[in-house]
């Protein structure tokens, strides 16, 4: 290890990216190291040097993810290459796990490099196999609880660290989303719906027509209603306007980056399936999830004969209902709105949403995540790498505490 260490973090997903950047500036916060890695704009603007840009790399369903295959094997050997010729001091692989457990096992078979996986691959099921994983890392960061009891069962050296939307996204005091509001230039009596419609292009064409149909006739219903708009980074706005204008809201709508403003502002939000749903509950904010794929992906679905009880994630955390699901054919303009609208005009519902979304945060864990991570990473480097006045100085758990034990305090 050299005076300054180095760790390389490979994040394919928005979301991982996200996961990666906050991992990041936790790790700086707590100690000098170089940052290296893939990933997106959020790692880039945390610090990270990247040696490839992954957007585009994720996909939803086979056929699209087949498409992305060819570059994918390009990039690895690359990686693979950069790897031996650098030797990092840690590998930190992010979610991924298409092609992250891949990059692990070749790993294992051409050097000797620590790898720590922070969100193992469908860590979320309650049903995961890590038979896979046993053997091909050295420690794993979970976000849920249950995971990280199945991959001790396979021998796997793993903490449940908790999820870190908990450390981005706070349950909105009324005076906080009263300011939010204000400066959105939202009037007090409007309703506000966000609209959350996807991260990737297949989710954009899927999705916004149906939701801001949704909105259209919100609007017709509502009268006075304010709707914001998420944009990812990689999503062109111009595109999404031209969706607005289709159907006539674009005049009622203000277009924002990211989610944590506007699920902290919305009185209620219409999310495409994803990690905006959890963001969404993190804020306690009632909610309609919606999502509709390809023809292709439907196809694919029927083929491979998916059995699963939802696919919104504060409903699969809870393991029941929590939320109202919207799926492929369901998930139509008229039904959506009619939700949406339900939930809207019913203030008991309203009320009781917000307590069962409320119930699906605490079981995210407690904030300090990254913080958590970030210590385990350390950790595997060596004595000496971590500033000893990064833990605890505030008189909280120190860093690297799991979420048990910061529970139980």
Same mark, same amino acid.
């Given at each position: ?220 219903? *509502? ?45 209620? *939000? ?19 999830? *919606? ?119």
């Amino acid at each position: 290890m050299g005076s300054v260490p180095e760790i390389f973090a490979i994040a394919g997903e928005p979301s991982g990216d996200q996961h990666a950047a906050m991992l990041g500036e936790a790790l700086q916060q707590q100690g000098d190291v170089l940052l290296t890695g893939i990933g997106q704009h959020g790692m880039r603007r945390a610090g990270f040097d990247l040696l490839f840009d992954s957007a585009g790399w994720s996909a939803i369903g086979v056929v699209e993810s087949l498409k992305r295959v060819p570059r994918l094997v390009v990039r690895k050997h690359q990686l693979l290459h950069h790897l031996q010729k650098t030797r990092p001091d840690l590998l930190v692989l992010v979610d991924f796990g298409a092609f992250n457990v891949r990059i692990a096992r070749s790993i294992r078979n051409q050097m000797d490099l620590p790898v720590l996986y922070y969100f193992p691959p469908r860590s979320w099921s309650r049903d995961a196999r890590y038979d896979r994983l046993s053997g091909l890392v050295d420690r794993v960061a979970t976000p849920f609880q249950w995971s990280e009891a199945l991959l001790r069962d396979v021998g796997i050296e793993a903490e449940w660290v908790g999820h870190p939307v908990v450390d981005r996204i706070a349950v909105p005091e009324s005076a906080t989303r009263l300011r939010l509001r204000r400066e959105l230039a939202v009037g007090e009596d409007s309703a506000v719906v966000g609209l959350l419609p996807g991260s990737r292009p297949t989710e954009i064409r899927c999705n916004c027509p149906q939701m801001f149909g949704a909105g259209r006739i919100i609007a017709s219903e *509502v009268g006075s209603v304010t709707f914001l708009l998420s944009r990812a980074p990689a999503i062109n706005e111009r595109t999404l306007r031209t969706h607005l204008a289709r159907h006539g809201i674009e005049d009622r709508t203000t277009i924002l980056e990211g989610v944590s403003d506007i699920v902290r502002a919305a009185d209620l *939000v219409i999310a495409s399936s994803g990690t905006a749903t959890l963001e969404t509950a993190a804020a306690a904010c009632p909610m309609v999830i *919606v999502y509709r794929g390809t023809a292709l992906m439907a196809l694919e679905k029927w083929l491979r004969r998916f059995n699963i009880d939802f696919v919104g994630m504060p409903n699969i955390i809870a393991g029941r209902e929590v939320v109202p699901e919207l799926i492929d054919r369901d998930a139509e303009a008229q039904s959506i709105a009619r939700a949406a609208l339900d939930i809207l005009t019913d203030d008991g519902e309203m009320q009781a949403m917000r307590d069962r979304l409320l119930s699906v945060r605490q079981m995210l864990g407690v904030p300090g995540v990254s913080d958590r991570v970030a210590a385990m990473a350390f950790d595997m480097i060596g004595p000496g790498s971590q500033n000893d006045d990064s833990l605890g100085m505030d008189g909280s758990a120190p860093a690297g505490t799991s979420v048990s034990e910061e529970q139980e305090r």
